[in-house]
């Protein structure tokens, strides 16, 4: 099936730094999508990537469409101690509009 | 603009005991779905709505399982009976591009 590799599966970063993680998978997606998820919370949606190659930015976040379809990466630039969380990737699978194969997540800590 | 609502946030029931969960989708939002989540298998779709009609139940584990929509601003998913199997996070979302899921925050369900 449909697949999300998550990379890397943690992280534990300094207040200030950048952050970059990345989602790949053997098929192709025609959508990508950014969730953080808070401790005790709902994931959040951050960013929705829609076009192959496109670029977005939410505030200090930035996330990229692969032009293969078959990949996807997230940047946090400049990260805050509020980063702490775990941030998901997502797309709908088989073909459908609303099925959406989550990946099993990346778990950044920020030291202050 | 509210987000999606869910209530009850914490719920704790003895086994053979009915429970029913309660969502409230973002207005204007025509798309609503029920999720499981737990440590083992992640995020676990259990049932779309479109319009307020069940699309697709595939998710939901059982017969103990069923959900509602009455209206375009309430749904319910209930279990009865409970069994402690059931005790997981459900997670209520909502979209108008179906793609573009927002969850709420969560029941967290403990069954003993």
């Known amino acids: 099936g449909q697949q999300l590799n998550q990379s890397p599966q943690s992280m534990f970063i300094q207040e200030g730094e950048d952050v970059s993680m990345n989602c790949t998978s053997s098929s192709i997606f025609n959508t990508w999508l950014w969730y953080k998820q808070d401790p005790g919370e709902g994931p959040v949606l951050l960013i929705a990537?829609?076009?192959?190659?496109e670029l977005t930015s939410n505030g200090r976040l930035t996330a990229q469409f692969g032009i293969t379809r078959k990949d996807s990466f997230l940047n946090i630039s400049a990260s805050i101690p509020s980063d702490v969380g775990i941030y998901f990737c997502?797309?709908?699978?088989?073909?459908?509009?609303?099925?959406?194969?989550f990946g099993k997540g990346t778990l950044l800590t920020v030291n202050p | 603009d509210a987000g999606v609502i869910q209530s009850p946030r914490h719920e704790v029931t003895e086994m053979g005991q009915e429970v029913t969960l309660r969502c409230k989708p973002i207005?204007?939002?025509?798309?609503l779905f029920w999720y499981r989540q737990t440590m083992m298998r992640g995020l676990e779709l259990l049932i779309y709505f479109n319009n307020n009609v069940p699309i697709d139940d595939s998710g939901m584990p059982e017969d103990r399982f069923s959900a509602k929509m009455p209206n375009a601003s309430f749904s319910t998913l209930k279990i009865q009976p409970s069994e402690p199997r059931d005790s997981a996070v459900y997670f209520c979302a909502s979209s108008s591009r179906e793609q573009s899921q927002y969850f709420g925050p969560g029941t967290r369900l403990t069954v003993t």
């Open positions: 990537l829609y076009k192959a190659g």
């Open positions: 207005s204007g939002h025509n798309s």
């Open positions: 997502a797309g709908p699978r088989g073909g459908s509009n609303y099925k959406l194969t």
